[in-house]
């Protein structure tokens, strides 16, 4: 959905932070004062169960996370509660390439391994920077030569010294994650907008028209394909296979969850998350945007059409599920579930059942009034006990997972792509291109 508005480019001069102390929620109190209420709260039906008012929200201490590999952080994109200083100052700022504009679109964030963070720039550029002081150290153009360099969409995985890329050209590439030199280029069944799942020697890749490619990664020969139903509409970008032992978790845009084996792609059971009519033609759409995730014995996934279920990973079934479209990544840890809903509410829900414990109404327009300007919200990510969100309009906010009470705020050039944690640091990627690494 944020692929369907417009942006404005905002200058670095932007990146003056309201005082870190401040975002991270120190002394100074909360830079926005009074209550935050949702402009379509007329319309809103999702509240807090008063019967879990007294429930304490309690999660599994911080811990420290070197690497952040792939989309979503490990492939089965459950990543918990990670750590990162009470305190944080821009360490550096590095330029990936070509920005996101009203023809082309910023759909991959970040990884780190090794020391190295690699990103993937508007027009399929990949880089190398130096996780410590953010240095280029290689940048290669996958854009064939004879293609349109107006394509756009793709993304990278790191895994025992190779990137995996993925392109809009129905390629995808391994390279040397040392030195960008290709190891070997493989066909897709179709141009690729989302990032690539590695793991067990397997790389999994979702192209446009709701196929799934399992290829072997020392040499991308073909294992296996599966395809779901194609659509004929569907939201900008895709959405990364997750991975636990034997099972990989495929999600579509018609809908459709499948639970294959990795090695052989046999379907174990499938679930559909389309969910309530709807009379508007954006939200109709059953998309799974948001990476679906593996925690223990559960497979948490959200459609933009309005369906947040919790499925179990054996046997399929659901669990439970509630009326919440979204399309963006459920965060897990512990025994709760952080989702961003559909209408800019952050919604906490207790991972056993599914009961909400707090709603957070955030910003949804930057003119309130003329409703002029949505603004797309990405995450969130849970790191140093506080829930980071970033916002389009050049705001990344900082709220309590234990109460939903936002802490406070930063200033940042807009961004469409959630922050990621790896080595006690923070990064971020602007829709100008910037990635920006604060520590």
Request: glycine fraction near 10%; charged fraction near 20%.
């Amino acid at each position: 959905m944020g692929g369907l508005r417009r942006f404005s480019p905002v200058l670095f001069a932007a990146l003056i932070l309201a005082g870190c102390d401040t975002f991270l929620g120190g002394s100074e109190g909360p830079p926005l004062p009074g209550e935050r209420i949702s402009v379509l709260n007329l319309d809103q039906t999702l509240v807090a169960d008063p019967t879990l008012a007294d429930l304490r929200v309690r999660l599994p201490q911080p811990r420290m996370n070197q690497d952040w590999p792939q989309a979503g952080g490990y492939p089965s994109h459950a990543m918990h509660h990670l750590a990162l200083p009470d305190n944080l100052e821009i360490a550096w700022t590095a330029d990936i390439g070509t920005s996101r504009s009203s023809d082309r679109l910023l759909l991959s964030g970040p990884v780190v391994a090794d020391g190295r963070i690699y990103t993937i720039d508007a027009s399929t550029t990949v880089t190398a920077f130096n996780a410590q002081d953010g240095e280029q150290i290689w940048r290669v153009d996958l854009t064939p030569e004879e293609e349109d360099d107006g394509l756009f969409g793709g993304g990278i995985a790191v895994d025992d010294g190779r990137l995996y890329v993925t392109t809009p050209f129905a390629l995808v590439f391994a390279l040397d994650a040392e030195t960008g030199d290709e190891i070997w280029q493989a066909e897709l069944p179709g141009p690729s907008r989302a990032a690539p799942a590695v793991a067990g020697g397997r790389v999994f890749a979702v192209t446009i028209d709701n196929q799934l490619a399992a290829l072997d990664a020392d040499d991308g020969s073909r294992l296996w394909s599966h395809a779901g139903i194609s659509e004929a509409a569907g939201l900008l970008g895709g959405t990364t296979p997750a991975v636990a032992g034997d099972t990989v978790i495929a999600a579509y845009s018609s809908g459709e969850l499948y639970a294959l084996r990795a090695e052989t792609g046999n379907v174990q059971w499938t679930e559909n998350l389309a969910g309530i009519q709807r009379t508007d033609t954006i939200s109709s759409l059953a998309h799974i945007r948001g990476r679906p995730v593996i925690d223990r014995d559960l497979v948490f996934a959200v459609s933009n059409s309005g369906t947040l279920a919790a499925i179990d990973l054996r046997r399929g079934g659901r669990a439970w599920d509630v009326e919440i479209g979204g399309t963006q990544q459920p965060y897990v840890a512990g025994d709760f579930v952080y989702v961003l809903s559909n209408n800019a509410e952050l919604v906490a829900l207790t991972r056993r059942e599914g009961r909400v414990r707090w709603v957070q109404s955030l910003p949804q327009f930057v003119d309130p009034e003329e409703r002029d300007e949505p603004i797309y919200w990405s995450g969130p990510l849970l790191a140093g006990d506080r829930l980071i969100v970033t916002g389009s309009n050049s705001e990344a906010l900082s709220i309590s997972p234990y109460t939903g009470e936002i802490l406070g705020q930063i200033d940042i050039p807009g961004s469409h792509l959630p922050a990621i944690a790896a080595g006690g640091s923070l990064y971020l990627l602007a829709d100008n291109a910037t990635l920006i690494a604060l520590r």
